[in-house]
Structure formats: structure tokens, C-alpha cells
């Protein structure tokens, strides 16, 4: 009864491999996850995190179970949920049409990354903080070499307090420094100014040494489409000077920017890997409105989206109830669509599709991760 799933090519972090015990219902397969190892097992040490967290310095005492910012620190029913649910989409993905997207201004631009890399002190990588495992560009660590590093995570008004602080400490935990910001309000923005201004900060001692007049810092923001690098440099600069619309792939070029006098930021297009192998992680990137629309069929990505939320305890099949009337049978998300493409708009899956993607890309459905940092 049970199958094993073969572990995925992926070097995605939230790759795990478990048991799971498959189910067939009738037009879908759904894949039912069987116990798992507890895990507490795998609890870590307890850590005193410095963590930034919209831009509000946080010191967490991680030994707490729960406190006033609701950082929990044993694993719940929740959390082995999630590593279920994993492989589940995993399952899920197999069958459907491969995302793809690799438009020529990205082959371009990668080519470009290179150059401009020389130029930099310090790479500000931007990931959007509903999916910042599938937003992890598997050539990032190739490109900073020993350049310093800010992993912001941006989107910050897209998931709940918990989640942010549970990401802030795994990242804390691998040393990494990390920036929750929102590029449409600002928050976070300042201090990730200074933040890059500061590490690089060493950039002018050394020329002072050598008899060099000082020069800006300069500081390179990279990372997915759509994830808000040009949104963060507007707020930065308090003025619209990148393009920065609701659809991936509207930075076309590189751009360097000045912000005053002392820091230069370069906009770039949004990177993403000429293959994307890990097929979960696709699907999310299509979920969030991180890849191009040419790369995915509507219908099979809202599909699993509804499967997803149906699973998310913060969401279930009851808020999908709730929303569209609609009773999700036998875990069959595509089904819930084609319902819904029926009673709203005329038999068109395709534009019930896109109402539920949007529905959830507009936050109606709360603060919804889809991911939660790896045991
Ligand atoms: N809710 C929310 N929306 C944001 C945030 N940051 C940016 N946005 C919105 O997300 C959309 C995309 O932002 P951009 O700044 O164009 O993203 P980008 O990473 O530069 O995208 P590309 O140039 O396509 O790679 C815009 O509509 C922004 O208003 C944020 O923190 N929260
Ligand atoms: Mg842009």
C-alpha cells in the first residue's frame, strides 16, 4: 500500500522524501501522507538570534515556546502537515504540463550578471517571502563568490508574524542575514539601506589606504521576477525611477541608480534558471505571479492551488466554501475550478482560474505562506 517517493533532482532545501500512501479518486489522484518521524526529534539547540524584521531589530530568545510575537518553537500538527503537503504537490505536478520560462531578456541579462557583478560590494538578493525556498536561484551562491550578501525577504505584509519569525531564525541559524521588507509601503526599505551602505562600509577604508578618493557603494539587487527589486529601489530612492508593475518580467534592462551620495543600487531584470527542475517549486513560482503566464496552464496551477489551500490550516475547504460556494470533492482541485468556471463564468475554466489565482495573489484568502522553513 505504501509507495516510497523517489527523492527529486532538486537541490531545493525543502526537498524532503517520505512515505505517502496514494489514493485515487475519481478524475484526480490524491496522495494521502502516512506518519511520519516526530519532529521533535530534530528539534534545534536552542540559539539567541539578533534578527531584522521590518526593519525593527527583534533579539529572540528561541528557548521560548511562545511569546508575545507567537514564535513557536516545537513542531505541532501543522508542521508535519507542511512536509506532507510537499511531497504531495510533488505528486500532484507529475502529471500536469511543465512551467517553463527562459524569455531571451533573461539569457541576456545572466550573460550581463556577470559584468556588473565585478562592479559590485555588496548583492542585495530579494526573495518573495510567501515562497523564499522556490525564489532561491540555484546559481546565487556562484554569483556572490565573496561579495556581501542581504537576503531580503520581501512581501513581508503576505505572511503572517509567525512565519516571519520562523524564517528569520532558520536563516539566523545559517548565519545569513536577512531583511523582511515591503516594497509597496516601504517598511524595511531604510534600514536596508544602511545595512548595505554599512557592510560594504570597508570599501573606503581600503582606498583611503591606498590614497583613493572615497566613492558610493555600490549595490547590486537581484533575484526572481516579480518579487519587488524595483519596487524596493523607488522606495529607497522615495521617487519612481524603475518601472515596477503587478506581472513578472517588466525590468528589461540593468540600471544603476544613485541614492544620494554614498550608495549606488543596480535594478535588474528577474532571473530565474533555464530549467526549473523542481516542479513544486514551478508551480508556486506560478502561484505567487513569479513567472511569466506563457509558462503554465491556468487551470492545472489554480487547480493546485485550491488543492494547496485546502490543506493549509489557516485556509481549509471551508474559507473555499465560504468564498465560492463550491464543496471541494474528493481533494480535486480541478474539478473545484471547472465548478466554478460553470457557475460564474459560462463554462470558462480559464477565467475561474484566474479569479482564484487572483483572489489569493490579492490576499483574500489572509496571510498565506506556502512554504515553512525545512525541520
Ligand atoms: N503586497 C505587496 N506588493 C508588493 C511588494 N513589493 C512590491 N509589490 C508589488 O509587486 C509588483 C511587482 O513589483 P516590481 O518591483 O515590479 O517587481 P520586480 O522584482 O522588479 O519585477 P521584474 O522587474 O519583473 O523582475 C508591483 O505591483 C508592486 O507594487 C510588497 O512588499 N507587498
Ligand atoms: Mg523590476
Not at 246 to 256: A, C, D, H, Y
Not at 359 to 375: A, I, M, Q, T
Request: net charge positive.
Amino acid at each position: 500500500m505504501f509507495a516510497q517517493l523517489a527523492p527529486s533532482p532538486s537541490p531545493s532545501p525543502a526537498n524532503v522524501s517520505h512515505f505517502v500512501h496514494r489514493r485515487t479518486f475519481r478524475q484526480c489522484t490524491y496522495a494521502v501522507s502516512a506518519s511520519l518521524p516526530t519532529a521533535n526529534s530534530s528539534r534545534p539547540p536552542p540559539i539567541q538570534a539578533n534578527i531584522i524584521v521590518g526593519g525593527k531589530d527583534l533579539n529572540l530568545d528561541v528557548t521560548r515556546k511562545d511569546d508575545s510575537i507567537g514564535f513557536k518553537l516545537e513542531a505541532n500538527e501543522d508542521e508535519i502537515d507542511w512536509m506532507n503537503l510537499e511531497s504531495d504537490i510533488r505528486l500532484w505536478t507529475r502529471a500536469l504540463r511543465p512551467v517553463q520560462w527562459y524569455p531571451g531578456h533573461i539569457m541576456k541579462t545572466e550573460k550581463e550578471l556577470r559584468e556588473q557583478l565585478k562592479l559590485m560590494d555588496v548583492v542585495i538578493e530579494v526573495r518573495d517571502a510567501r515562497i523564499p525556498l522556490s525564489t532561491t536561484h540555484p546559481k546565487m551562491d556562484a554569483w556572490l563568490g565573496n561579495r556581501k550578501r542581504i537576503l531580503v525577504l520581501n512581501r513581508e505584509d503576505m505572511i503572517s508574524n509567525d512565519d516571519r519569525n520562523d524564517w528569520a531564525r532558520y536563516f539566523a541559524k545559517q548565519g545569513i542575514k536577512v531583511i523582511f521588507t515591503n516594497g509597496k509601503l516601504g517598511m524595511g526599505a531604510m534600514k536596508l539601506g544602511r545595512l548595505a551602505k554599512s557592510l560594504a562600509g570597508d570599501v573606503n577604508g581600503k582606498r583611503r589606504e591606498k590614497g583613493l578618493l572615497p566613492r558610493s557603494v555600490r549595490a547590486g539587487i537581484i533575484g526572481y521576477p516579480n518579487v519587488g527589486k524595483s519596487s524596493l529601489i523607488n522606495r529607497l530612492l522615495k521617487r519612481k525611477i524603475c518601472a515596477a508593475a503587478p506581472r513578472p518580467g517588466v525590468t528589461r534592462e540593468m540600471k544603476w541608480v544613485k541614492l544620494g551620495k554614498d550608495l549606488d543600487l543596480l535594478d535588474s531584470p528577474g532571473m530565474l534558471p533555464m530549467r526549473i527542475d523542481d516542479q513544486a517549486a514551478a508551480i508556486k513560482l506560478a502561484i505567487c505571479d513569479d513567472i511569466g503566464e506563457k509558462a503554465y496552464d491556468f487551470t492545472d496551477v489554480a487547480g493546485i492551488l485550491v488543492q494547496m489551500l485546502a490543506r493549509i490550516p489557516e485556509v481549509g475547504a471551508k474559507a473555499l466554501y465560504n468564498r465560492y460556494k463550491i464543496q471541494l470533492e474528493g481533494n480535486c482541485g480541478k474539478k473545484f475550478v471547472k465548478t466554478l468556471g460553470l457557475n460564474l463564468f459560462g463554462g470558462d475554466s480559464h477565467q475561474a482560474a484566474f479569479r482564484i489565482l487572483t483572489d489569493f495573489r490579492k490576499g483574500k484568502f489572509g496571510y498565506v505562506s506556502l512554504e515553512r522553513p525545512p525541520l
